[in-house]
C-alpha cells in the first residue's frame, strides 16, 4: 500500500484541518512541507506533524518553484487564488486535494477541469458533505429504490445569523466581487448533494435572492461604524464584536492566529482595527443574505434550494414516486430520527438515526474527517473521474451555482447547456 506525501498552500482553516486529520493516519499519510505568506501558520503546521523533514515555503510560487516533493497538494487558499497555483501543481505532476470552490471564475474552473483530464491528474475538491454519515445515508435510501422514482426535491440551509455576520458580512466572502458569490462560496456543497442524489444533469436554473439585512439601512440609532468605538448598544447586539471575546469566541481561531495566546487586551486591541470588528450595518459587503433557486433536471426531476441567513442547519425533503424522505435538523429536533421515509399508500414509516462519533471534533457533520479518510482510497483508483467528488463530477455544482447567480442577476432562466457552451470559449 502507498503512503502518499502530502504538502499544503495556504494554511488557513481549511488547509490546516485537512493536514492535521492526515497527520494522525501515518500509515496512508506523510507530511512534508507547506506555504503561507504568515509563516506562524507554516509553523503551526511543522509543530503539529511533527516531521523533521517537513519544508516551509513563504508562498505558492517558492513551493512550486523546486521539484516536486510530494504526490498530492492541498490547496486551501482564498477562492480568488485556487486557480493558478492549481493550474501549476498540475503542470508539475502533483495531484490535488482542492478546497471548494474550484474556482470564484466559471472560466477557470472549466479550464482546470481541462487541464486535470489532458495531463491525467487526480483533482479531488473538498466536497465533504459527500463524506458525512447522514449524506451517505440519504444516498444509499435513493440508490435502493424505496422512493421509486425521484419526482422532485426541496432543500435548505440556514447559515446562521452569527456565521453570516462573520464571513459575509465583515469577512473574507463579503465582497462578492473580491471572492465569490454567496450562492458558489456557501452553497456549492448543496448544489453539488443535489447533482449527486438526482444523479442526472441539470438542464435549467432560475433563482431570485439580495442582501436585505445587513445594510446601513438597518443601522441602530447612534451606532458607529466599529463595535469597539463604544456603540450604545454593547453586548446586547447580538453582533457586537466584543462576543469574539465570549459566547462567539470559537471563530475567532480562523480568523487570528494568536487566538490561543493572547489576552484579552491584545484581543480588543486587534478587534479596532480588523475588519471583524466593525459595525455589521455598516461594512461593504455585497453578499446576499438569502437566496432562492428552482432547478430541472433531467427526466423532469425538478429541485428547490434555499439558503438564508435567518436559520440554522440543513434540510432536505425528497418526493419519489413510491415515498418521501424527510431528514436534516428540523427532522432530528421535531422527531429525534435524521431521516424518516414514509410509504404512500401505507403511510408506513422507517426512521434512521444516523448518530455522531463523540470523539470527532473536526466540522461538517463528520464530513471532514470522512473525507481524510476517503483521500487514500480515493487518490488510489486508476481512473480519475471515478472518485467520489472528482473535478469532473464536481463542475456540474460549480455549473448550477453561476448559472444560479447569472439568474439572479439578470431574471432570466439559464439554460446549462448553453452557460456552459458560452464559457467554454
Known amino acids: 500500500m502507498k503512503r502518499f506525501k502530502l504538502a499544503g498552500i495556504g494554511c488557513g482553516g481549511r488547509t490546516r484541518t485537512y493536514l492535521s486529520l492526515a497527520a494522525k493516519m501515518p500509515e496512508y499519510f506523510e507530511i512534508v512541507g507547506a506555504a503561507d505568506p504568515i509563516a506562524l501558520r507554516v509553523e503551526q503546521v511543522r509543530t503539529e506533524v ?124 463579503s465582497i462578492v466581487e473580491k471572492s465569490s458569490p454567496m450562492i458558489i462560496a456557501k452553497c456549492c456543497h448543496d448544489m453539488d448533494i443535489l447533482s449527486w442524489l438526482v444523479d442526472q444533469p441539470c438542464e435549467q436554473v432560475s433563482s431570485f435572492g439580495s442582501l436585505s439585512y445587513f445594510n446601513k439601512e438597518h443601522t441602530p440609532t447612534d451606532a458607529p461604524p466599529r463595535c469597539t468605538d463604544g456603540c450604545p448598544l454593547g453586548l446586547s447586539c447580538q453582533y457586537n464584536a466584543l462576543h469574539y471575546l465570549g459566547k462567539q469566541k470559537g471563530w475567532l481561531k480562523w480568523i487570528y492566529d494568536k487566538t490561543d495566546t493572547a489576552t484579552p487586551d491584545e484581543i480588543r486591541a486587534w478587534l479596532a482595527q480588523s475588519p471583524w470588528g466593525r459595525c455589521v450595518y455598516q461594512c461593504d459587503n455585497t453578499a446576499v443574505d438569502h437566496q432562492v433557486i428552482s432547478m430541472q433536471f433531467a427526466k423532469n426531476i425538478t429541485a428547490t434550494f434555499t439558503m438564508t441567513a435567518f436559520n440554522s442547519g440543513r434540510n432536505i425533503t425528497i418526493c419519489g414516486s413510491r415515498a418521501k424522505l424527510h431528514g436534516g435538523d428540523t427532522t432530528k429536533w421535531q422527531s429525534g430520527a435524521d431521516i424518516i421515509v414514509m410509504e404512500h399508500e401505507t403511510w408506513h414509516q422507517t426512521r434512521h438515526h444516523i448518530g455522531q462519533d463523540p470523539n470527532d471534533a473536526y466540522g461538517h457533520g463528520g464530513g471532514d474527517s ?28 460549480h455549473l448550477m451555482g453561476f448559472a444560479a447567480e447569472t439568474s439572479r442577476l439578470s431574471g432570466k432562466t439559464i439554460s446549462i447547456a448553453e452557460f456552459r457552451k458560452l464559457n467554454e470559449s
Not at 521539484?67 to 490535488?96: E, M, N, R, S, W
Not at 454519515?133 to 422512493?147: D, H, M, R, W
Not at 476517503?374 to 473521474?385: C, F, N, Q, T
Open 50 to 173: 511533527k516531521n523533521p523533514a517537513f519544508r516551509s515555503f513563504k508562498d505558492a510560487n517558492e513551493l512550486l518553484s523546486v521539484d516536486k516533493f510530494a504526490d498530492i497538494l492541498v490547496i486551501g487558499t482564498q477562492d480568488a487564488f485556487h486557480f493558478a497555483p492549481c493550474l501549476a501543481a498540475l503542470q508539475k505532476g502533483y495531484d490535488i486535494l482542492l478546497e471548494k470552490p474550484i474556482s470564484n471564475n466559471l472560466r477557470e474552473v472549466l479550464a482546470l477541469e481541462k487541464a486535470a483530464r489532458e495531463l491525467g491528474r487526480k483533482v479531488l475538491v473538498c466536497h465533504v458533505l459527500r463524506y458525512t454519515p447522514f449524506y451517505e445515508k440519504l444516498k444509499e435510501i435513493v440508490a435502493s429504490g424505496v422512493l421509486g422514482e425521484i419526482i422532485s426535491i426541496d432543500a435548505n440551509e440556514g447559515v446562521g445569523t452569527f456565521h453570516q455576520s462573520h464571513s459575509f458580512v465583515r469577512g473574507h466572502w
Open 370 to 397: 470522512g473525507l481524510v479518510r476517503a483521500l487514500h482510497s480515493e487518490m488510489s483508483k486508476d481512473r480519475p473521474g471515478d472518485m467520489r467528488s472528482s473535478i469532473s463530477r464536481s463542475v456540474e455544482s
